[in-house]
């Protein structure tokens, strides 16, 4: 047996043993080859995307949603589209480590097949102000495998300079669940009443809601919070719902995970721009920018003006 055939079962077997975990985001390379190997490849392909689908199915539909039942990776890219931030779920998804990909070119991420569209998508940046779109593009693993994933690709513009910044995210819902482990939504004991799961966390309509309302609070930082018996009645449900079911379902409150992705938002333009604090201030929700500053201090332990450095 050649050895390119020995590295394309090695690579079938490695795949077989992510699915074996529950992991069904992985594709094998096509080679082109003509023979039984190929279409064990074309075979296995497809059934991973299936069962993703499936999977992702009845996720949505009967298992409740945690922050860690998710994948987010993001990518801050510079003007000339070199990798300057990775978040911790590029690490553990594709593989690399931070020295791997800081200030590598972003194409070096993408499939041969893809290359193309990425340099079009390139083009069209550097036209558009304000860029905003969705691709399907293919990212390489390190272990040789392929990763397709659907991104949002947004431009960033740093008002005080030329800089331009580009955002690459990828948000979807980790299919390995609690289905693959056979283990029921939460368990209970008949001793222990008072930790009965609520009925809010029982009904996919009412997780489907604080997961909009989660959604809508991550989409708008920069805006005032209105209060959560308005907000609740905005989704259709009610202020007990949204204030037991939100803590249930993310292990944390409505205010604490609106300060915690604010100042996220609020490290991550620190990061990646040169905009001041009080630009930065405003854009993450924040009226006063000492407001911003000791909140930011006590969340990271260190002032904005340290990260910059």
């Known amino acids: 047996m ?10 079938v077997k490695n795949m077989l043993y992510a699915m074996a975990q529950g992991n069904f985001n992985s594709r094998i390379p096509r080679t082109g080859e ?31 949603s945690t922050p860690s039942a998710h994948i987010n990776m993001a990518f801050i890219l510079n003007q000339e589209f070199r990798i300057q931030y990775i978040s911790a779920d590029v690490l553990a998804e594709l593989g690399y480590k931070d020295e791997d990909l800081i200030n590598e070119s ?10 193309r569209l990425w ?5 069209k940046m550097l036209d558009t102000v304000g860029y905003n779109e969705q691709h399907r593009l293919i990212l390489n693993c390190k272990n040789k495998m392929e990763r397709p994933c659907f991104c949002s690709i947004s431009s960033l513009y740093n008002v005080s300079s030329p800089k331009q910044y580009i955002m690459v995210n990828i948000y979807e819902p980790l299919v390995k ?17 008072k930790n009965k799961l609520p009925k809010v966390l ?10 909009e309302i ?5 989409q708008n930082l920069d805006k005032p919070l209105p209060h959560l018996e308005t907000l609740a009645h905005n989704f259709g449900t009610n202020e007990f ?10 292990n944390t409150t409505v205010f604490r995970f609106l300060k915690s992705e604010r100042l996220k938002k609020g490290r991550l333009l620190l990061e990646n721009t040169s905009l001041p604090v009080k630009t930065i201030a405003p854009m993450c929700g924040y009226t006063s920018s000492s407001h911003f500053t000791k909140d930011f201090k006590i969340e990271y332990g260190v002032s904005p003006k340290k990260v910059r450095e």
Do not use: C, W
């Open 119 to 123: 340099r079009s998508i390139g083009n």
């Open 2 to 11: 050649q050895a390119k055939d020995v590295e394309r079962l090695k690579a």
């Open 177 to 193: 669940s609690r289905m693959l482990e056979d283990k029921p939504l939460n368990v209970q004991t008949a001793k222990d009443p």
């Open 214 to 218: 989660h959604h809508h609070i991550s």
């Open 106 to 115: 972003f194409s070096k991420l993408l499939s041969n097949s893809h290359k």
């Open 241 to 250: 719902k949204l204030k037991y079911g939100f803590k249930q379902l993310y």
């Open 202 to 211: 029982m009904r996919a309509k009412d997780r489907k809601i604080l997961q």
């Open 34 to 64: 003509d023979d039984l190997i190929e279409s064990i490849t074309v075979l296995l392909n497809m059934m991973a995307e299936e069962m993703k689908e499936t999977l992702k199915l009845y996720t949505d539909l009967h298992i409740q």
